[in-house]
């Protein structure tokens, strides 16, 4: 698959910046593109609420709308996406894929600690 298909991602301030990505899904799509983001028949891929409904494919993680998987065959207007447990065809129309820009190796993504997650009350 081309870059001119995806949203090329050089680091993680271009998800968190990203106005249409919401909760989890920039570091959801960060730790998907880290991982698989060398591969060229893998995508990471954002669906419009309706699409997620209506697909049988699971989401990744906490998130509702991205999903990730091998490309199993593509058309001009879809990609057969398989992600082992389906295959579902995503219209090109009106899915985001993302690509790692092939400059990167790292994308930094901040890692959270047990402090992020203490209360104002001090602990017990």
Do not use: C
Not at 75 to 101: N, Q
């Amino acid at each position: 698959m081309s870059n001119e298909d995806a949203t090329v991602v050089k680091g993680y301030a271009d998800l968190i910046s990203d106005p249409k990505l919401e909760g989890d899904d920039p570091d959801i799509i960060a730790r998907e593109l880290q991982e698989h983001g060398a591969k060229d028949d893998y995508l990471v891929v954002w669906l419009p609420d309706w699409l997620a409904e209506e697909k049988p494919i699971e989401p990744i993680d906490r998130s509702e709308n991205v999903i990730s998987g091998r490309v199993d065959h593509k058309t001009a207007k879809a990609y057969l996406l398989v992600d082992g447990r389906a295959e579902v065809w995503l219209p090109k129309s009106v899915i985001r894929v993302f690509r790692l820009d092939a400059s990167v190796d790292d994308l930094q993504i901040p890692q959270s600690g047990l402090t992020d997650y203490a209360t104002d009350g001090g602990g017990r």
